[in-house]
Every structure is written in C-alpha cells, then in structure tokens.
C-alpha cells in the first residue's frame, strides 16, 4: 500500500500546551496505517519567512516537534526544508507556530520527509528487505507509471505495511490516492 503523506506536524506536550492550552489533549479525527497514530481535528499554523500554511496535527505526542512538509510547501514558506527521515532533526531549520492559545518559535525540526516504507520483522522477511536497506517502489498507475528509487526500509514490531511518499511524489506518479505498489530492489 503505497500512501501519500500530506504536510503535517508532530507536537511535544510542552508545545502542544502552549499552543492550546496546558494540559490540553489531543481529538482524534482518524487512525492512520500506522497502529496507534491518528489524524487529529486541531490545526496549527506555520509560519515561515514568505507565508503560512495550516497543516494537521498527528497524534500522539511525541518527544520532538516535527514539521513534514513537501518541498513546494516549503518553498511556499519560504523554508530550506532538507530531506530527512523522521526524528533526524539535527541541522533543520525552524519556524513559528500558531494555535488558538499561544505560539512559539522552535529552532529546528522542519524536514521533507524521506519516502520510506514500514515493514514487520515478518513482512520484512517476507519481502526480503532488512532495516535500513534502501529500495525501490513500482507504482503502474494511470499513464504515469515510475519506480521510486531511495525508499527505506524501515523495519518494526509496531509496523503496519505501508509505502509513504509526499504530496509531490504522488502527484509526479499522479496518483488518485493510496495504491498498491511492489517492492523492487536496486
């Protein structure tokens, strides 16, 4: 199942009190491939140099802001967004955020995130991939059939088996929305 990942942000719970509230806690809007991760309903604003976007919030919290956003999106904003595989914050520009109670400045964690792919220790067996390893992913959609190169591997007990690209790379291969895929090695 190959997903398109759309601009979002993970908040820490310091943040998410200061943009919100304290104590404030999270609405799950919908679960995502991923177990235990959810669309929430709130939105918070981004603020960057050029403009701002709202971009969704994905729970839970986690232990480090992150900003994932496509590389038009970022251009957009007016951000230098490297792409990085999530958690790799180090290096990364930062920006403001807005919520209905508050903002904040954080100096790091906005990133284009590196496609990749979720496997099971099982799955990955299965699809003869070890963590870490970079793949390819075929995607014969419509008229624009093309295989990803670069894609990690990302193997955990947690997994639910899912390809995620941004919004950029689904309309490259114009895609409609979550389709099959097949893994290709390099």
């Known amino acids: 199942m190959v997903e398109t990942s759309a601009r979002h942000i993970h908040l820490t719970q310091e943040h998410l009190d200061t943009l919100f509230g304290k104590d404030y806690q999270l609405t ?9 991760q959810f669309a929430c309903a709130e939105k918070v604003e981004v603020v960057g140099p050029k403009s701002s976007l709202k971009l969704s919030i994905l729970g839970p919290v986690r ?27 180090e290096g990364t520009p930062g920006c403001k955020l807005v919520g209905p109670k508050g903002e904040i400045t954080v100096d790091k964690g906005v990133i284009v995130a590196k496609r990749h792919a979720h496997f099971t220790p099982e799955q990955a067996v299965e699809y003869g991939v070890t ?3 970079t793949i390819g992913i075929k995607l014969e959609y419509g008229e624009r ?12 007990r947690t997994a639910g ?26």
């Open 63 to 89: 232990p480090e802001t992150q900003i994932e956003l496509a590389k038009t999106d970022a251009r957009t904003l007016g951000i230098d967004a490297p792409i990085r595989m999530s958690g790799c914050l």
């Open 131 to 133: 963590d870490g390893e």
């Open 145 to 156: 059939a093309l295989v990803f190169g670069d894609v990690v591997a990302r193997v955990s």
């Open 28 to 36: 799950p809007k919908k679960d995502l491939s991923q177990p235990g």
């Open 161 to 186: 088996l899912a390809v995620h690209i941004d919004t950029d790379e689904a309309n490259a291969a114009g895609l409609p929305g979550t389709v099959d895929g097949e893994v290709v090695k390099l």
